[in-house]
C-alpha cells in the first residue's frame, strides 16, 4: 500500500510530505523513533479516519476524562454565569435562541468548522457575536484542543447602522407622548444619556442637591455615571418625586415592554432606525459636536473604555474652534457654573479614579475639592 506521507531530514529536524498537496511540516523533533511513529500516525489517519478519532479521544481522555463528553451547553452555562446580574438575563435569553439550539447537545471535540458557520448562517449579528465569545472562552478554559474555525476566517459581522435621536425627532415623540411620566422619562433620557434601565430605576436619593450632581451606578458595567446638573435637568427634576424611584410606574415594567412601547410610538410618527438607547447616541453625538471633552463624556456616560465611547460619537464630526479664540476665553471660561472649576473638576476626577471602588449602594462620587 502506497503511503500518503514521507518523512525525510533538514538540518537535524524531522519533517514529513504530503505526497499528494506537496506540503511539508515539521514534526518538531530530532528523534528518529518518535518522527516515524508521528508519520506512521499520519498515514493512518488518512487510511482509517474513524480509528484515528477513536485513538485521538482515548488520547484526550487520558488527560481529562470529561473532555470528551462536554457539550457546547456546558460552555452555554458557563458563559451566562458571567457579567452582572442584567447581562446574565441577556445572555441566557441568547443562549435560548433558536441558533444556538443546533448545537447546544454537540460534543466540543465533534464539532466541525462547518457546525459553526451553520449557527452563524442562521443567526444574526448578535448570533455571531455570541458564538465567538463561546468559542473563546472554550479555548481559554481548555475545553477545545483547538480553534475550530481560526480568527482570520471568522465571517465579519455586519452590524445595522446605529443613529442618536435628532432633536426634532425628540420634540415629534414628547408632543405626542400624553403620559405625563413617559414624557419625563423620555425628557431624562434626553438630557442625562443613561440607559432605558438606569434611568428607570433612578431615585431621588441619587440626586445631590447641594453639589448639584447626579450619580449612578451603571447596572450592566457596574461603573459610576456622574453628571453635573444644568438649568434644564434642574427644572425636570424639581417635578419628579421627591422620595423613592423617579418614575414609580416606569420601574416596574421590564426593559423589553418600555422598549416596546417607545417603538410603537415611533411607529406611530414614522420614525425609523432609532430606539431608547438610540438616546445614549444622541447625547455622545451632542456631546462631540460641541466639543465637550471626551473624558468628561465617558464619565457622564459611565463609560470604562475609550473605544465603546467612540463607537457612540462616531457618527459626528466636531468642529474645532479656532486656537486663537479658545485662548482668548480658557482663562474665564468655566465648564459648570457656579461649580468648582474645571480644573479642581478634573483633580477630583483623577483622584476618585485612583481609589478602590466603592460597594454597590448609592453614595457621592466626587468628594470634596482636592487642596491645591
Known amino acids: 500500500m502506497k503511503h500518503r506521507y514521507w518523512l525525510f531530514q533538514r ?39 474513524f480509528i484515528g478519532l477513536a485513538i485521538g479521544r482515548a488520547y484526550l481522555a487520558a488527560q481529562d476524562p470529561r473532555l470528551v463528553q462536554r457539550t457546547w451547553q456546558v460552555v452555554m452555562d458557563e458563559f451566562s454565569r458571567k457579567g452582572q446580574g442584567h447581562t446574565h438575563e441577556r445572555r441566557q435569553r441568547a443562549m435560548r435562541s433558536p441558533p444556538f439550539r443546533l448545537i447546544s ?22 448570533t455571531n457575536h455570541f458564538l465567538r465569545c463561546l468559542h473563546n472562552l472554550a479555548l481559554g478554559m481548555g475545553w477545545l484542543p483547538a480553534a475550530i474555525l481560526p480568527s482570520k476566517l471568522w465571517p465579519a459581522a455586519k452590524a445595522k447602522p446605529k443613529r442618536g435621536i435628532s432633536p426634532e425627532e425628540h420634540q415629534r415623540i414628547l408632543a405626542a407622548e400624553r403620559n405625563a411620566e413617559r414624557r419625563k422619562y423620555y425628557e431624562l433620557l434626553w438630557e442625562v444619556g443613561a440607559a432605558q434601565t438606569d434611568a428607570a430605576l433612578l431615585q431621588a436619593e441619587n440626586i445631590d442637591w447641594q453639589k448639584q450632581t447626579l450619580q449612578y451606578r451603571r447596572r450592566k458595567t457596574g461603573e459610576w455615571a456622574c453628571l453635573q446638573i444644568g438649568p434644564k435637568l434642574t427644572a425636570l427634576l424639581k417635578q419628579l418625586p421627591a422620595h423613592g424611584p423617579l418614575f414609580p410606574t416606569i420601574s416596574e415594567t421590564r426593559d423589553s415592554a ?65 486656537l486663537e479664540a479658545y485662548e482668548t476665553t480658557s482663562q474665564d471660561r468655566t465648564l459648570f457654573p457656579n461649580s468648582t472649576s474645571t480644573h479642581q473638576l478634573q483633580i477630583e476626577i483623577e483622584t476618585r479614579s485612583k481609589l478602590p471602588q466603592p460597594a454597590p449602594t448609592i453614595g457621592p462620587l466626587i468628594g470634596k475639592p482636592t487642596p491645591r
Open 258 to 322: 418600555r422598549a416596546a412601547e417607545f417603538r410603537r410610538r415611533c411607529r406611530l410618527l414614522n420614525l425609523n432606525g432609532i430606539s431608547l438607547h438610540s438616546y445614549r447616541y444622541s447625547w455622545a453625538e451632542r456631546a462631540k459636536a460641541t466639543g465637550y471633552p471626551e473624558r468628561w463624556a465617558q464619565n457622564a456616560l459611565g463609560h470604562n473604555s475609550r473605544a465603546v465611547h467612540a463607537a457612540y460619537a462616531r457618527g459626528v464630526v466636531a468642529v474645532c474652534p479656532s
Open 105 to 126: 447537545r454537540r460534543k466540543l471535540v465533534e464539532t466541525t468548522a462547518d457546525d459553526l458557520l451553520e449557527v452563524i448562517q442562521s443567526g444574526g449579528t448578535s
Open 11 to 49: 538540518r537535524g529536524v524531522f519533517y514529513v510530505e504530503d505526497s499528494l498537496t506537496g506540503k511539508q511540516q515539521s514534526l518538531g523533533t530530532r528523534e528518529k523513533r518518535e518522527a516515524e511513529r508521528l508519520r506512521d500516525t499520519k498515514n493512518e489517519a488518512v487510511q482509517r479516519p
